[in-house]
């Protein structure tokens, strides 16, 4: 009798023998089995022996910690309820597999074709699944009292940690509620995975292809995201506490009710769209010039959240609408710019100058707005001489909710009806700032009179009109 694998789908493998008769599942004795073993691990040292084929063999239940099976042809075999403890697995074929209630803890798969295993309730503490495919797939075999069973896996509730997963292939896999933390998962192929509810915290998912992944609800704090692929994942209700999310492109990415507190998320200037880094460019080149060469920004409706322009100086640009939700704007100039109606919550504002800007309606929901000079530009003549003149910054109608505007300067601002509950007022000079109707519950002060007399000086705020 001579086995035969047809693969005409790289999802669905047919075990057939010749006359069109389909091959069962066999119970091995356990003295030819030991005889096989042995003859495969004369076949690994170099020796003479025989590689092992044990596809479609019924070897449920056996203790068989340590065994060599690296290489061996396991197609469609039942490993079911066995012990197979740091257990060598490598590069061998597992298409269709049983291995459902296994101990498999510090087992090594790498490099393993495990399409189609069954994995549900086993032992995966400590294994190494290294560059193996773990993609969804079909065995066909003759059932007990029916034709042709096909055999789909589901990695739904599956419970795995401290798993090196690097470079596995689960694309289109099923894994809703699993449990997957502590992982290694560095550039795995999760396209398009079913990962909703699943608890991935603490993994190292860096370099990772999870395009077109259901991540809805799933825990992932203080994951490692560094470089991933994300584009049309769905993050919505997810929880990304802490998570580092360093170089990730969020466009298009859905995020509604996620959680990132404490997630660093930075999109460097190079990896924003293209038509953004032109504008960027030709704005600088306007400020270097003095309005010589290129053009003033027109970022208006942009989005930008979470990119890093830490340190640029975007002064006078045109940023009316655009969505800056947790951007780096740390030490950035915006003198005179508008900023009317954009989405500033959670963004770094550190020690960044917005003299004259106008924030009307903007939201800088707990916003970092330590040391920011809001105080107003001085204006000067094309020639550059003072024309004794300012220009207050526009807060009205600002929202400002828990935003921390410690050392801040806010000198003849106008915060008229801005909502600053529960703000850090903490050393903010708002000498002579605009303050009627606006709220101010809850907010934090060094004193009862945070109108203090004086402005600080301010700098870098001057530009020519």
């Known amino acids: 009798m001579r086995l035969v694998n047809y693969s005409f789908l790289s999802h669905i493998r047919f075990v057939q023998v010749y006359r069109q008769t389909y091959l069962r599942h066999t119970k091995m004795e356990s003295v030819e089995l030991s005889q096989i073993l042995k003859k495969h691990q004369e076949w690994l040292d170099g020796r003479t022996g025989v590689r092992a084929n044990l596809a479609m063999q019924d070897l449920s239940g056996l203790r068989l910690p340590g065994a060599r099976l690296s290489k061996a042809t396991l197609t469609g075999t039942n490993l079911s309820a066995c012990v197979l403890t740091a257990a060598d697995f490598r590069d061998a074929d597992l298409f269709g597999a049983n291995l459902q209630k296994s101990d498999l803890e510090n087992a090594d798969f790498s490099g393993a074709d495990m399409r189609g295993v069954l994995l549900r309730g086993s032992n995966l503490s400590g294994a190494r699944l290294v560059n193996v495919d773990l993609r969804d797939g079909a065995l066909m075999y003759a059932g007990d009292d029916v034709g042709t069973v096909v055999n789909h896996v589901d990695y739904s509730g599956i419970e795995l940690d401290q798993v090196m997963l690097n470079g596995a292939n689960l694309a289109g896999a099923r894994l809703a509620n699993s449990i997957i933390t502590q992982s290694n998962l560095t550039g795995a192929i999760l396209r398009h995975c079913d990962l909703s509810g699943a608890n991935l915290s603490q993994s190292n998912l860096s370099q990772v292809d999870l395009t077109g992944a259901n991540l809805t609800g799933a825990n992932l704090w203080g994951v490692d995201l560094r470089g991933a692929n994300l584009a049309g994942v769905q993050l919505a209700e997810a929880n990304l506490e802490n998570a580092n999310l360093t170089g990730v492109s969020l466009e298009g990415v859905d995020l509604e009710a996620a959680n990132l507190k404490g997630a660093v998320i930075q999109r460097t200037p190079e990896s924003l769209p293209e038509s953004i880094q032109a504008i960027l460019k030709e704005h600088r080149k ?152 606006a709220k101010l519950d809850g907010t934090i002060a060094d004193c009862s009179d945070v109108r203090r007399p004086g402005c600080r000086p301010l700098s870098n705020n001057e530009v020519a009109v």
């Open 286 to 437: 306007w400020v270097e010039s003095d309005g010589e060469a290129g053009a003033c920004a027109n970022l208006a409706n942009a989005d930008l959240r979470y990119a890093d322009l830490s340190g640029m100086n975007l002064s006078a640009v045109n940023c009316t609408n655009a969505v800056l939700i947790g951007a780096n704007l740390s030490k950035c100039q915006f003198v005179l710019a508008n900023l009317s109606g954009a989405n500033l919550s959670r963004s770094n504002l550190n020690s960044a100058v917005l003299s004259g800007a106008n924030l009307s309606q903007a939201n800088l929901t707990d916003a970092n707005l330590r040391s920011v000079n809001f105080g107003p530009a001085n204006i000067r003549d094309p020639d550059k001489s003072s024309t004794k003149r300012t220009w207050p910054t526009n807060l009205a109608s600002a929202t400002l909710k828990g935003a921390d505007l410690a050392g801040a300067t806010l000198c003849k601002a106008n915060l008229e009806h801005a909502d600053l509950t529960g703000a850090n007022l903490d050393k903010t000079d708002l000498t002579d700032a605009r303050l009627d109707s």
